[in-house]
């Protein structure tokens, strides 16, 4: 039996268990990374689609993603790489993709424009072991690392792979503990404890993925970016660019309409009352 203290959920696993998230397993005695150079999808994605607007604009970037998520958002948009049976189980029976491969791949693609590696598509955080070690060798080929991340680790998880990674893009799907609580079952402090480290780090872009009646309204827009804002304040000369984008029914969150476009560019207005760098997404 151990306890996994990579997020807030803290799973106790006996021995060849895997915790909530699927991603990790209790082996000999300690937890470490299921998915480990599983790779269930890769692609060339231009860096915007990350999405990452003020880092290295015009640019595309290697992405890969493994399998596995530790939040149970109904309204996932990779449902089938984050929670399918079927991408685990075709991921499990793979040949495991070593760190080294992804690393000479991205340097093939360097003459297709290329910058680096993206982490993305399910959760990387959960296997945060395979992002540092692919990581590490990326860098040391003079390449870029990205991380597309719902945020919800503990901050000794960044120390793990911080020197290795140039951006991230993070999501802060609301201001409130009850959107965190009950629709995502996660945990806006470690939210917010992950991002007021990460953004001493690297660059860093949030996304606000904006759902009619759950974090909708002016004033919480207000309170979260004007929270940006103060972090913004702590690292001089650093400016957070937050996305508002568009949600569309999916997955198991099909009883509402998309969100109408007016509402977007609103909320993107407030939150210009508070920084320099909004952008509209989905719209
Ligand atoms: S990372 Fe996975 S196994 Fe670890 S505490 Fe979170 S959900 Fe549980």
């Not at 960044?158 to 140039?166: A, F, Q, R």
């Not at 690292?235 to 009883?255: A, C, Q, S």
């Amino acid at each position: 039996m151990t306890e996994c203290d990579v997020c807030f959920r803290k799973c106790r696993l006996d021995e060849g268990r895997t915790g909530m998230c699927n991603g990790r397993i209790c082996k000999d005695g300690k937890t470490v990374a299921a998915n480990y150079g599983k790779i269930t999808s890769a692609g060339l994605d231009p860096i915007e689609k990350k999405p990452l607007r003020n880092y290295k604009p015009g640019s595309l970037i290697l992405s890969v993603g493994s399998y596995g998520c530790n939040l149970m958002c109904p309204f996932c948009q990779n449902s089938d790489i984050s929670w399918s049976e079927e991408a685990r189980e075709a991921a499990e029976e793979a040949d495991m993709i070593r760190p080294e491969d992804i690393a000479r791949k991205a340097s093939e693609l360097v003459a297709h424009g290329n910058i680096g590696v993206a982490f993305t598509y399910n959760e990387p955080l959960i296997g945060y072991e395979f992002v540092r070690d692919t990581a590490k060798l990326v860098k040391e080929k003079g390449l870029d690392n990205v991380i597309v991340t719902n945020g919800t680790a503990a901050t000794w998880v960044l120390d793990e792979i911080g020197p290795y990674i140039d951006a991230m893009n993070i999501d802060l799907k609301a201001f409130t503990d009850r959107f965190y609580r009950k629709i995502v079952k996660g945990d806006l402090d470690m939210v917010k404890d992950f991002i007021t480290e990460a953004v001493k780090r690297c660059h860093v872009e949030l996304t606000t993925l904006i759902i009619p009646g759950e974090n909708d309204s002016e004033d919480e827009i207000r309170s979260l970016s004007s929270w940006v804002a103060g972090l913004e304040g702590k690292v001089p000369g650093n400016e957070i660019p937050l996305h508002i984008t568009r949600f569309f029914p999916r997955y198991k969150m099909t009883d509402r309409d998309a969100t109408p476009v007016d509402k977007i560019y609103r909320l993107a207005e407030v939150a210009r009352e508070n920084l320099k760098y909004v952008y509209e997404g989905n719209v």
